[in-house]
């Protein structure tokens, strides 16, 4: 028996739910009666949510849609600091590690630097 590959599975999970979707979409725009218009829309859902849930649960989206915000205002700053990083001619090796150190996550926020942001003196 072949080995079951577990990604190649999710993937192509993903891949027939998209298939899904677009075949209803066809028979929903096709559909000569509302009523198999609206079947093939609530069931053009129903997939479209199977496939949000299937990419929460193997991690590809979180289980809280909201904290994709997060993740939007990380590409937002990224993007803008590699525009001031180009306007101002900085090494690609200055570019290349703060890239790095924003998708691994290693740039905190330095208490004492927030804190005398913030005006608080580090209280």
């Known amino acids: 028996m072949d080995e ?3 990604v190649e599975i999710a993937r192509e999970a993903i891949a027939q739910l998209d298939a899904i979707v677009e075949d209803l979409a066809r028979i929903a725009d096709a559909a000569r ?3 198999v218009r609206l079947g093939a829309l609530k069931a ?3 997939a479209i949510t199977q496939r949000l849930i299937l990419l929460q649960t193997i991690g590809l989206l979180p289980c809280d849609l909201g904290m994709l915000r997060h993740e ?3 590409r ?3 993007k803008a600091f590699i525009a001031v990083l ?3 001619n900085l090494a690609d090796e200055v570019e290349d590690d703060l ?3 924003l998708r691994d996550g290693s ?3 330095d208490a004492d630097v927030s804190s005398s942001i913030n005006g608080d003196g580090g209280s």
Request: charged share 40%; net charge neutral; no cysteine.
């Open 4 to 6: 079951i590959d577990p």
């Open 33 to 35: 009666h509302d009523a």
């Open 44 to 46: 053009k859902r129903d």
């Open 72 to 74: 939007i205002d990380v």
């Open 76 to 78: 937002q700053v990224t």
């Open 86 to 88: 180009d306007r101002h």
């Open 99 to 101: 890239l790095s150190a």
């Open 107 to 109: 740039i905190r926020r």
